[in-house]
């Protein structure tokens, strides 16, 4: 019972956080499952980019279905995310000590205060009249920079993607979160894929209950964030990760 308890509250800060605002569920599970269950790390990331893949794949669904994706940038960033993922990591394995495990933490945080104290009011109209060549650019150095960090750090992805698509790119919130959750249902298939070839299965049961809850609070967070204006999206975005960033700094305090 007490670990279906936890595997519930983690998921429901990892779909919100996904739903809302294309949070990758590895910086809400992982802590967690690590903290209360004391599962060894590279399990407990494995069952989040697990609960990551489907989380992500409803969110992109109903951003898609709403017409908030931009399918077209989305694979071009996903596939330079994807290539300097690998190449970051191979470089981090060359430095020792590299280690910066707060940094998505921090982000979370300062990014939500950033939402309610800066909300992007971007219209979807000035978004589509960018420069089409530039986008493409805009998009690859993007994905290059998001990339290398994920793959040098460890984390900081969907935070990243949702900064440069917003801030570089020039997204509208909507667009930008879904064209998020898009591109991160593929990279964390990858990372899934080969955290369970390397390490093996984890518990099923604690897979399970945290791929299950985070499904169902990212299905709710993306169908109220299509609905719901640009100002009350980008506070409700900034609550949300306002409060896991410092829910999960609480959570890494108590390790």
């Known amino acids: 019972?007490?670990?279906?308890?936890?595997?519930?509250?983690?998921?429901?800060?990892?779909?919100?956080?996904?739903?809302?605002?294309?949070?990758?569920?590895?910086?809400?599970?992982?802590?967690?499952?690590?903290?209360?269950l004391g599962l060894p790390a590279y399990e407990a990331?494995?069952?989040?980019?697990?609960?990551?893949?489907?989380?992500?794949?409803?969110?992109?669904?109903?951003?898609?279905?709403?017409?908030?994706?931009?399918?077209?940038?989305?694979?071009?960033?996903?596939?330079?995310?994807?290539?300097?993922?690998?190449?970051?990591?191979?470089?981090?394995?060359?430095?020792?000590?590299?280690?910066?495990?707060?940094?998505?933490?921090?982000?979370t945080l300062l990014l939500g205060i950033k939402f309610i104290v800066k909300p992007v009011m971007t219209t979807k109209e000035s978004m589509e009249a960018a420069n089409s060549g530039k986008r493409i650019l805009q998009s690859i150095i993007s994905g290059i920079i998001v990339g290398f960090i994920c793959g040098f750090v460890g984390a900081g992805g969907g935070m990243m993607m949702l900064l440069l698509l917003t801030s570089?790119?020039?997204?509208?919130?909507?667009?930008?979160?879904g064209t998020s959750v898009f591109i991160m249902t593929f990279t964390a298939f990858t990372g899934a894929v080969?955290?369970?070839?390397?390490?093996?299965?984890?518990?099923?049961?604690?897979l399970f209950f945290c791929v299950a809850s985070t499904l169902l609070w990212a299905r709710i967070a993306a169908k109220f964030a299509n609905k719901a204006s640009a100002a009350t999206l980008n506070r409700a975005t900034g609550i949300v990760l306002a409060v896991l960033g410092a829910a999960i700094l609480a959570v890494n305090y108590l390790k």
């Open 194 to 206: 080969s955290h369970f070839a390397i390490g093996g299965m984890p518990d099923i049961w604690c």
């Open 168 to 177: 570089i790119l020039g997204y509208e919130l909507k667009t930008a979160v």
């Open 1 to 36: 019972m007490f670990q279906f308890i936890i595997c519930f509250i983690a998921g429901i800060g990892a779909g919100l956080g996904t739903g809302f605002a294309g949070m990758s569920a590895a910086a809400v599970i992982s802590p967690m499952l690590i903290t209360f």
């Open 45 to 107: 990331v494995g069952i989040a980019l697990a609960s990551d893949v489907l989380a992500s794949a409803v969110s992109a669904y109903t951003y898609g279905k709403n017409k908030n994706l931009d399918i077209r940038n989305g694979l071009v960033m996903m596939a330079t995310v994807l290539l300097f993922t690998l190449v970051g990591s191979f470089i981090a394995s060359l430095v020792p000590n590299t280690t910066m495990g707060s940094f998505s933490v921090f982000m």
